[in-house]
């Protein structure tokens, strides 16, 4: 028996209002996801579609008996109440009323009924709800968009001549809108064409959704460039038009920049009206260009409309935005050895959309007037041209072979241009009155020295040495702000300021902290975990609490701040747990160690009393004394014993230690790198005594034999190098290397 139409349209009905009322519980919020096309996927996949469009067969073949059909509808609508109740907020989901309800279609108008939203204003924008509507009849359309299938599309937009411009969803989107947001996808560029010309008006391709966005909008989010010359072509207009939060197509491209740097190449070409480059809106533009790190073009956007070095948004300047990109400023810092002998001789990638011109005979004239010494300075310049030339010639064909060389010379290029653009920063700074100069740039001097952008902090002290007396609001300067969070590159930086130094030394911040004092405070949680196990971060600690003292005037040691504690009683207080934590570490590093040393030990012991082949009877010396296998093993197996037992002594030191604050400094760090010495110097003997012995017993006249117990008595080897020997190296680098302070 088949199932009445009636109760299939209610099912068809609560599929679309399940999905409009996803829709617009997200609707203006910034994490915006268009949860109506997901639902129409998500019944694709599942084959339930059928509920949605109105294509449910009357074919008994199809349903089989109506006590299977009502199971498969139940499950059905079950499906539906999910994909509702999973588009809640936690607040709406309390209500235990909702939760009573049998089918979807109530669910749907209990909330539609309680909680249905009304328009309001939020912080001066309009927030914009979507009268409820059903979108179903545009869901072939729609299909034919994800697929993009032209010939569907076609048909449908013959039927329905206004369907090209019209919302198609909860979010006001057109067909236009959804066909661009694909990126170089094959046949996209097809399809859009034929969108574009069905449409009549070129005005209509300026249609917005419900966050005021047009197509074109949609087409720089996604690095369609393709779509973005069809529609200007059609419309010069539309890069000229600004969403509700006026941001212009070149925003959006500048922001996904990073991706596709042609896509806002293209928009910064087409787009000439000034309004996008100035004031708010070109700050913004500047801010996505370096969140995108394309600082040539920032550089050329600050020379163009200097007045965005002063301009700030939500408190933030330009050049105090970019002290945020610590990473972009490190240089070789984040390099290993490798990558950072590719640095220094890798060529800085100029590129085509850089303003930079290449010198030609003019500009020799200008610079001398006699003609012999224009004649040597054209030829030289040339001559250094056609070496540069050359020279990124070959590295264009070494990027070829080794991909990785390619990332070594972006980051260069892209540090290379950072820095242009800081000191172009900089330079239209400096025109401005004392008072914005020391605004701006001394509240991004201070943010510099946080991040540890020493490259950024070094160029504003160059331009404005005077501001390396800038107090922030807690009266905290430039050298409390680097030990504060543990920037030892701006401390070095600062520390060679001799003749300044002092003067930073002696200030005080508005608790009464010393730079003493602020060394004894815990290190900020994201460089305490640069450092792998507590105690060697206990040890760092101390190490800038101890280089820190060195510079302090000594009556200041014993200073008491403001909370009546002096600089010994705050390290002591905020590095208890770390204390604690430490002492942990190294004890249970030190049991473990303790054991294997025990276990090498031991085997060691026997082997030397049951030496391989026994012992002359009558003379009761070892048979293979004679043999050169043999006393391989005499000296590899008592070297195993002696080292093992010294490591079995030095950890067990460790685990009977004090633990006092000052050992994790030295003593900790010495006896704990004495005896993984000495435990990798006992494996390693163990290892050169058992292959001794296989060769005495089995490879005698068997030189072949030599080569599977070589190879394989490596792995062990190898892999306590591979996974101890770091450690190791961190170790001795942080007890006896030059230290964190010094280069």
Known sequence: MALPRSNE??????????????????????????????????????????????????????????????????????????????????????????????????????????????????????????????????????????????????????????????????????????????????????????????????????????????????????????????????????????????????????????????????????????????????????YALVSSDLYDFATELVDEFPNLAKYEECGNSALKNLTKKEFTFLGTSRLNFWQQLLYYCVPIKLTTRSLQRRPNANDVENVVNDSQMVKTKYERIYFSIVIKKLHTLLFDVLEILVPHLKHVRDKKSIHHNAVKYAACLCEKIANLNYNEVDSIAGNSLLD??????????DLILRRFPYLVYYNDHNQKNILHITVENRSKNVFKLVCQMS???????????????????????????????????????????????????????????????????????????????????????????????????????????????????GNNQQSGLPIFSANIGFIIFAISNAASLFTSSTSLLVFLSVLTSRYAEEDFLHTLPRSLILGLL???????????????????????????????????????ITSFVLLQFPLLVALISSTYGAGIFRN
């Open 9 to 286: 349209e209610t099912i068809h009905l609560s599929l679309v209002n399940a999905a409009s009322f996803v829709s617009i519980k997200l609707c203006g919020e910034s994490n915006y996801i268009p949860w109506k096309t997901q639902i129409v996927c998500l019944l694709q996949s599942h084959d339930l579609l059928k509920f949605v469009d109105g294509t449910i067969q009357e074919d008994e073949e199809e349903k089989g008996d109506e006590e299977d059909y009502n199971l498969q509808r139940k499950r059905n609508d079950e499906l539906v109440k999910a994909c509702i109740f999973g588009s809640l907020s936690d607040q709406l989901l309390k209500d235990k009323a909702v939760h009573e309800l049998d089918t979807a279609r109530q669910v749907w108008l209990v909330l539609e009924q309680r909680y249905s939203p009304k328009p309001k204003l939020q912080g001066g924008s309009r927030v914009v709800y979507i009268e409820l509507k059903d979108y179903s009849f545009y869901f072939p359309l729609f299909r034919a968009l994800l697929s993009r299938d032209w010939e569907k599309a076609e048909a449908f937009l013959k039927q329905e001549k206004d369907a090209s411009i019209a919302p198609i969803n909860t979010q006001l989107q057109t067909a236009l809108h959804l066909a661009v947001g694909v990126k170089s996808e094959k046949g996209n560029k097809h399809f859009v064409e034929k969108l574009v010309a069905s449409i009549e008006n070129k005005e209509d391709l300026a249609r917005k959704d419900c966050f005021g966005e047009a197509a074109l909008h949609y087409a720089a989010r996604f690095g369609n460039l393709d779509a973005a010359e069809i529609i200007v072509k059609r419309n010069p207009r539309l890069p000229h038009i600004a969403c509700m939060y006026g941001t212009y197509p070149i925003h959006y491209a500048a922001s996904y920049g990073y991706v596709s740097v042609d896509v806002f190449a293209y928009f910064l070409r087409v787009t000439e009206d000034p309004a996008p480059y100035t004031n708010l809106s070109g700050v913004k533009l500047l």
């Open 448 to 457: 510099a020295a946080c991040y540890d952008n020493y490259e950024l902090v």
């Open 499 to 613: 003749p300044l130094l002092h003067n930073l030394v002696i200030c005080f911040d508005s608790s009464g902290n010393t730079i003493l004092d602020l060394a004894g405070k815990l290190a900020p949680q994201n460089k305490l975990n640069l450092v792998s196990g507590p105690a060697f971060q206990m040890q760092q600690e101390l190490q800038w609490f101890k280089e820190v003292k060195q510079i302090v005037p000594s009556t200041f040691w014993k200073r008491l701040n403001l909370e009546m504690k002096d600089p010994y009683v705050v390290f002591t207080e905020e590095h208890e747990k770390l204390k604690v934590d430490g002492e942990k570490w190294m004890k249970d590093t030190s049991s473990s160690c303790t054991i294997a040393a025990a276990l090498i030990a031991t085997i060691a012991f026997a082997a030397a009393i049951t030496v391989p082949g």
């Open 678 to 716: 000495t435990l990798f110097l006992s494996i390693t003997s163990m290892i050169i005594s058992f292959s001794a012995t296989v060769y005495i017993m089995y490879g005698q006249k068997k030189a072949w034999v030599l080569l599977p117990v070589a190879t394989m008595a490596c792995l062990p």
